[in-house]
């Protein structure tokens, strides 16, 4: 099992940057990628960005050259630094990590990202 705690989130206004951390624990030996999802109301869930044990990145069309993800594997943490937001970035945004190739079987609780005008 791995657990995963989100941290971070609040209400920026339109503009601002924010960093999400996600701490990892449990069987963290059994990760093999992780990454961000977000739902904003209304809206189905997305996949944000990830990040693969060997580094090698993915990003969202819609969201590359804003957001940067990043991982320590000495703190068992992620992040996800977000700049020039908008408030269509306003969301739950979720930590996920897959043990399986293509599986996102982990989740964190989520936390809330408001960008305001």
Known sequence: QVQLVESGGGLVQAGGSLRLSCAASG????INAMGWY????GKERELVA???????????????GRFTISRDNV??????????????DTAIYYCVAQRRPG??????QGTQVTVSE
């Open 27 to 30: 069987s963290i030996f059994s």
């Open 38 to 41: 977000r739902q904003a109301p």
């Open 50 to 64: 990830a990040i693969s044990s060997g580094r090698d990145t993915y990003y969202a069309d819609s969201l590359k």
């Open 75 to 88: 703190k068992n943490t992620l992040y996800l630094q977000m700049s020039s937001l908008k408030p269509e």
């Open 103 to 108: 599986v996102w079987d982990s989740w964190g």
